[in-house]
């Protein structure tokens, strides 16, 4: 799956806002969750913070 301009934009942003790192990954699901139209725990499912 490539990563989409949105999930980027708002992962930017948190990690610009000096957030922890669920918190980005979190602005990041609900990004993916509102375009791809799934819910946010499968769209929290997908992403990861870390190797």
Same mark, same amino acid.
């Given at each position: 799956?490539?990563?989409?301009?949105?999930?980027?934009?708002?992962?930017?942003?948190?990690?610009?806002?000096?957030? !922890?790192?669920? &918190?980005?990954? /979190?602005?990041? #699901?609900?990004?993916? !969750?509102?375009? &791809?139209?799934? /819910?946010?725990? #499968?769209?929290?499912?997908?992403?990861?913070?870390?190797?």
């Amino acid at each position: 799956m490539a990563p989409e301009a949105y999930i980027l934009h708002d992962a930017l942003t948190g990690y610009l806002n000096d957030e !922890s790192a669920e &918190q980005i990954r /979190s602005r990041a #699901a609900l990004a993916y !969750s509102k375009y &791809q139209k799934c /819910s946010i725990k #499968a769209a929290r499912n997908l992403l990861v913070t870390s190797w």
